[in-house]
């Protein structure tokens, strides 16, 4: 069992479509992330929340907007997407951003398909 | 320049032999871990095994080792007695400090098939 809980599995939705990603942990882990991966190759970093507040935006567009209601919650909202942004999508968490020694836990992730 | 590099992108071994998976890092950073993960088609994403820059002993998680070349910089994945079920890809993966935080830096990773 993951101790990262992400929903829905599976999203297909139109190009027009607002939908949104939501992932929970309970390890009382203060640092959450936003990966995603296309088929065959390593995740790439979208964003990252430390303490809850956004530390990395690695120059995703803006059609992906990252949430961090509270400790445990992070949600990915997606609004006017493309086909190209059909992939795995991973949450993980960690303990912190302070330590090198902090494994990232992952959540069996969202696959999306726009349409 | 890389910071991850994984030269084998698809290797094969005989189920019950063992196979080592390759992994070369970059960083002038004294202080770092190196993780391997583990991705079987199904998708979800496995923390393996961890070891530490200034970690003396090389790690081990049961059928895992870590084969910790400092000189080298070199983080080689050992996994012995293979089973079927190891068959998926595998992620070499580097934290080292940028900007004042420890990021996660992955490798482009390794396909591993083990036949009966």
């Known amino acids: 069992d993951t101790e990262v809980t992400q929903t829905p599995k599976h999203l297909v939705m139109g190009m027009t479509n607002k939908k949104s990603l939501k992932c929970e942990q309970h390890m009382g882990h203060r640092a959450m992330y936003w990966y995603k991966q296309k088929a065959k190759k390593p995740p790439e970093l979208m964003f990252v929340?430390?303490?809850?507040?956004?530390?990395i935006n690695e120059s995703v567009p803006s059609r992906f907007s990252p949430e961090c209601p509270n400790s445990s919650l992070l949600n990915l909202h997606l609004h006017a997407l493309q086909p190209e942004d059909s992939a795995l999508y991973l949450c993980?968490?960690?303990?912190?951003?302070?330590?090198?020694?902090?494994?990232?836990?992952f959540g069996n992730g969202t696959r999306l398909t726009v349409t | 320049a890389q910071k991850i590099t994984q030269t084998q992108p698809g290797m094969f071994v005989q189920e019950k032999e063992a196979v080592t998976l390759d992994c070369t890092y970059d960083t002038s950073d004294p202080s770092y871990g190196l993780f391997w993960y583990k991705q079987p088609s199904s998708g979800e994403m496995i923390f393996l095994i961890y070891?530490?820059?200034?970690?003396?002993q090389n790690a081990t998680e049961g059928r895992y080792s870590l084969n910790f070349q400092k000189a080298r910089k070199s983080a080689n994945l050992v996994i012995s007695a293979s089973q079927l079920g190891d068959s998926a890809m595998y992620f070499c993966?580097?934290?080292?400090?940028?900007?004042?935080?420890?990021?996660?830096?992955f490798g482009r990773g390794t396909s591993l098939i083990v036949h009966p």
């Open positions: 993980a968490s960690s303990q912190d951003l302070t330590q090198p020694n902090s494994p990232l836990h």
């Open positions: 929340y430390s303490y809850e507040k956004l530390s």
């Open positions: 993966a580097m934290r080292e400090r940028t900007g004042g935080s420890y990021i996660p830096t």
């Open positions: 070891q530490g820059s200034y970690d003396q």
